[in-house]
């Protein structure tokens, strides 16, 4: 089974300001990664997948970079809505497909 | 408007079964994966399994084969999740998914409350 660790568990914020989410893969993945947003009470959202291509409707303001085993989620500009959870999964080794634990991004 | 519309949330003793829905709208049901994803409370997510409604092929993850049970009703565009017998441990909210490798719309998931 291919882990994905997300770090930080916690990253603190201010409006405006860039954050960068990291995920970690246990094994190569290639580009196979996506990024989804949960804010309480509502389901996962998807941001990126292939590891840069931003989901239909998704701002300029997100962004993914990475390949292999390093991974990252980059989102300028904060806007009060981005304030959320964020998760990362990766589809190359399956079954099972895997999620990092998530990081919650929240305002400084 | 793709959707996948889940069923009502549901509160069952241990050892009762259950089996909860989700229905696909807006686009052809049978050309796209389903899976099943779990979260439990203030937990992150874990991928239980997918099928092909086509001919309902399915694949679980090892950690539920043999836990839970996923079929499909393709003439209702329908896929379930089932279990025979609830435990303690499967109180979550249980999310559907079109999955294409990545999950790219999600239904608004069930709660699954197990008491006695």
């Known amino acids: 089974e291919t882990v994905l660790t997300q770090s930080p568990a916690t990253l603190s914020v201010s409006p405006g300001e860039r954050a960068t989410l990291s995920c970690r893969a246990s094994q190569s993945i290639g580009s196979s990664l996506a990024w989804y947003q949960q804010k309480p009470g509502q389901a996962p959202r998807l941001l990126i997948y292939g590891a840069s291509t931003r989901a239909t409707g998704i701002p300029a303001r997100f962004s993914g970079s990475g390949s292999g085993t390093e991974f990252t989620l980059t989102i300028t500009s904060l806007q009060s809505e981005d304030f959320a959870v964020y998760f990362c999964?990766?589809?190359?080794?399956?079954?099972?497909?895997?999620f990092g634990q998530g990081t919650k991004l929240e305002i400084k | 408007e793709v959707q996948l519309m889940q069923s009502e949330a549901e509160v069952k003793k241990p050892g009762e079964s259950l089996k909860i829905s989700c229905k696909g709208s807006g686009f052809t049901f049978t050309n796209y994966w389903i899976a099943w994803v779990r979260q439990r409370p203030g937990k992150g997510l874990e991928w239980m399994g997918i099928?092909?409604?086509?001919?309902?092929?399915?694949r679980y993850s090892p950690s539920f084969q043999g836990q839970v049970i996923i079929s499909a009703d393709k003439s209702i565009s329908t896929v379930y999740l089932q279990w025979r017998s609830l435990k303690a441990s499967d109180i979550a909210i249980y999310y559907c998914?079109?999955?294409?490798?990545?999950?790219?719309?999600w239904g608004k998931g069930t709660t699954v409350t197990v008491s006695s």
């Open positions: 099928i092909y409604p086509r001919d309902s092929d399915t």
């Open positions: 999964q990766q589809y190359n080794h399956w079954p099972p497909y895997t």
């Open positions: 998914a079109r999955q294409v490798y990545y999950m790219d719309v």
